[in-house]
């Protein structure tokens, strides 16, 4: 039997994997909390899972002013 996927129904599974900085180790949950800016070189981008986020009271990039 052929399976169908239903576009109206949004997966709450995440879909990819990134890093939490604050727990060093890897997350299905990780947002940007913080750009590092450098005067030279690259900048850096921190990123907290879910639990790190609630634990530590840090606000997604997004929704800082």
């Given at each position: 039997?052929?399976?169908?996927?239903d576009p109206t129904?949004?997966?709450?599974?995440?879909t990819s994997f990134g890093w939490c900085h604050w727990h060093k180790g890897?997350?299905?949950t990780a947002v940007l909390i913080q750009v590092v800016e450098q005067g030279s070189g690259p900048?850096?981008?921190l990123y907290a899972c879910a639990p790190c986020r609630?634990?530590?009271?840090l606000t997604p990039y997004a929704d800082q002013p």
């Amino acid at each position: 039997m052929a399976q169908t996927t239903d576009p109206t129904h949004a997966s709450t599974e995440p879909t990819s994997f990134g890093w939490c900085h604050w727990h060093k180790g890897p997350s299905g949950t990780a947002v940007l909390i913080q750009v590092v800016e450098q005067g030279s070189g690259p900048g850096a981008a921190l990123y907290a899972c879910a639990p790190c986020r609630e634990q530590r009271n840090l606000t997604p990039y997004a929704d800082q002013p």
